[in-house]
């Protein structure tokens, strides 16, 4: 089974701190993922990243950066925290494929910005 | 504009009746389809997919979805609901390659 492991399920933060997410997967897939889950807005894409050192903007990438050093780990960065970043973050991960393979989800970070 | 469509944002079952998720998508090739749960506290869970061939598809956990083009609907499906299927339900389409796009979830509760 394909495992994804979100280092912190929850985390408090202040405003102004630099916030680190990390996540990693154990099965040696090329694609990486960051959603925020925020009621009745579902799962908005942040960033992702398709290799190694590669990354793209998703939908909602402002206020936020992404880190890719190694192919199974993949970092989202909150340079400036704003409260308006508490939120629900999940990572996911899926295969390099052409047949849209299924992505992979962790259980999630709950991150809140005092 | 590529969209996906949960029109019931809450659901309440009697344990043991059946259930229908509605999933409108719009998109213009041949989608890609999915159907997600999340229970309290989870991450995802893949329940089904859909990428081409019989549009009557089977899942886990006795869930099943009909791809019906003709209505740019997937609906979810299980005939009877167990306590444990108390949950929030997730409908995405993937656009392109890596890109999913999510409906905004159906939270489902059932009722002893």
């Known amino acids: 089974d394909v495992k994804v492991t979100q280092s912190s399920r929850y985390l408090v933060k202040r405003t102004g701190e630099k916030v680190f997410l990390e996540c990693v997967q154990d099965?040696?897939?090329?694609?990486m993922f960051w959603y925020r889950q925020d009621p009745g807005l579902g799962l908005r894409l942040i960033y992702f990243?398709?290799?190694?050192?590669?990354?793209e903007k998703g939908d909602i990438p402002e206020g936020y950066s992404v880190s890719r050093e190694k192919k199974e780990r993949f970092s989202l960065i909150l340079e400036s925290a704003s409260t308006n970043q508490t939120s629900m973050y999940l990572c996911?991960?899926?295969?390099?494929?052409?047949?849209?393979?299924?992505?992979?989800f962790g259980d999630g970070t709950r991150l809140s910005i005092l | 504009a590529q969209s996906v469509t949960q029109p019931d944002i809450h659901i309440t079952v009697s344990e043991g009746a059946s259930l229908e998720l509605r999933c409108n998508y719009s998109?213009?090739?041949?989608?890609?389809l999915f159907w997600y749960v999340q229970s309290p506290g989870q991450g995802l869970q893949l329940l089904l997919k859909?990428?081409?061939?019989?549009?009557l598809v089977q899942g886990i956990k006795g869930f099943e979805a009909e791809f019906k083009r003709s209505q740019s609907s997937f609906n979810l499906r299980k005939p009877s609901v167990h306590w444990s299927d108390a949950a929030e339900y997730f409908c995405?389409?993937?656009?392109?390659?890596?890109?999913?796009?999510f409906g905004t979830g159906t939270r489902l509760k059932v009722l002893a």
């Open positions: 859909y990428f081409s061939g019989d549009t």
């Open positions: 998109y213009g090739a041949t989608p890609y």
């Open positions: 995405a389409v993937a656009r392109g390659t890596y890109k999913y796009i």
């Open positions: 099965m040696d897939h090329e694609n």
């Open positions: 996911a991960s899926s295969p390099a494929d052409r047949d849209n393979q299924p992505q992979h």
């Open positions: 990243s398709y290799d190694v050192k590669m990354k």
